[in-house]
């Protein structure tokens, strides 16, 4: 379905942000190109050090959804979540005199652990700043990792910090999704769905700053082009939705969601140029929405996910996406990494939402 017709369908849903139809709209003109070799490429790179995550088929969800539906199980990743991919790529990339440096990043918690550990990894020293109010989890698992962390005010406030800081020590600063070498790295998961599953028709990738949704939307639409590829957002981080509304990656004042992993405060410019040119749109859904998800998903397959990781299965039982009988359903769980702590927590708000 494209997406005009998209938009017709859902009556100006203002959950729904569609791509860029006008092929010479100034995001989709000034969109870098990235082609098949150059993803192919940064997967080579990676790939002895990466998980190759299974491909999971769900008829629980594929009964719901009225399509068969695949898990694409990141959240079995390296340090639980996808991030690993871009980091590690972004690192082995760096010069010698770079590495002799260090690198800083921000992160409310997976793109920290993933370059502690690529850091590690090449034997690189590695800072990250995180929001104070980080998941205790992903602070330790980033320490544990090898990082240096500080804590430190709000999602805004600890991207200023980081900055700050990486300048002092004359580290590089590893952005966490709004950079070249991150994305080509995080291609490497749309060229493995496309190789486990050939005849895949949809694919449904949760969105923070943009990251993995536009890598997977440009790296698909290299290797196989006119499979769809939908974003998905909360309803109260929709930072890339209103970028593609606005027409260029902005920033929000506030954010506010149950899933921290897709709650930046502003789009990727790369990513959101990416997006518009080769993703279908992005999607929204509430937080009552993501933890429903997350419950079927924990029940019916067994696996465990962090919010953000569930909000792609949430919204293909929204009926947020256009399936197609018979057309196969990719569901990225992007991570994970949650507390444990807070997961009886979601799962009692939950019942008591009656979600």
Not at 12 to 34: I, K
Not at 244 to 254: D, P, R, V
Not at 314 to 320: F, K, S, V
Request: with cysteine; charged share 20%.
């Amino acid at each position: 379905m494209l997406a005009n017709d998209f938009r017709r369908f859902h009556g100006g849903d203002h959950r729904v942000a569609v791509a860029y139809d006008n092929p010479h709209h100034a995001a989709v003109m000034n969109a870098p190109r990235f082609d098949l070799a150059r993803f192919a490429q940064a997967h080579a790179r990676i790939v002895s050090a990466v998980h190759r995550t299974p491909m999971l088929r769900s008829q629980t969800l594929s009964d719901r959804v009225g399509a068969p539906v695949y898990l694409k199980c990141e959240n079995l990743q390296k340090t639980g979540a996808f991030k690993v991919r871009g980091a590690l790529h972004r690192l082995l990339r760096l010069s010698d005199e770079q590495r002799a440096r260090g690198v800083a990043t921000i992160s409310a918690g997976n793109h920290a652990q993933a370059v502690a550990w690529a850091a590690t990894a090449v034997g690189i020293r590695s800072l990250v700043v995180m929001p104070e109010k980080a998941s205790r989890t992903k602070v330790q698992a980033s320490r544990e990792y090898g990082a240096e962390v500080i804590l430190h005010g709000d999602a805004q406030a600890a991207f200023t910090k980081v900055l700050e800081l990486s300048e002092e020590r004359g580290m590089t600063f590893v952005h966490p999704f709004d950079d070249e070498e991150v994305v080509a790295g995080h291609g490497s998961c749309g060229l493995e769905i496309v190789d486990q599953l050939p005849d895949v028709h949809t694919i449904v990738v949760p969105v923070g700053g943009g990251g993995l949704a536009s890598a997977i939307a440009a790296s698909v639409a290299a290797a196989k082009p006119g499979v769809a590829v939908w974003g998905v957002e909360p309803e109260g981080a929709p930072s890339m939705h209103r970028s593609l509304e606005a027409g260029e990656a902005i920033h929000l004042q506030s954010v506010s969601t149950v899933a921290d992993g897709l709650a930046p405060p502003m789009a990727g410019v790369l990513n959101h140029a990416l997006l518009a040119a080769h993703a279908q749109g992005v999607v929204l859904v509430s937080d009552e929405e993501i933890i429903s998800a997350l419950r079927v998903i924990l029940e019916r397959t067994k696996l465990l996910v962090e919010p953000s990781g569930a909000a792609a299965v949430a919204a293909l039982l929204e009926g947020r996406i256009p399936v197609e009988p018979e057309q196969p359903v990719v569901a990225v769980l992007s991570g994970g990494n949650v507390d444990l702590a807070s997961l009886g927590e979601l799962l009692s708000e939950g019942n008591r939402l009656h979600v």
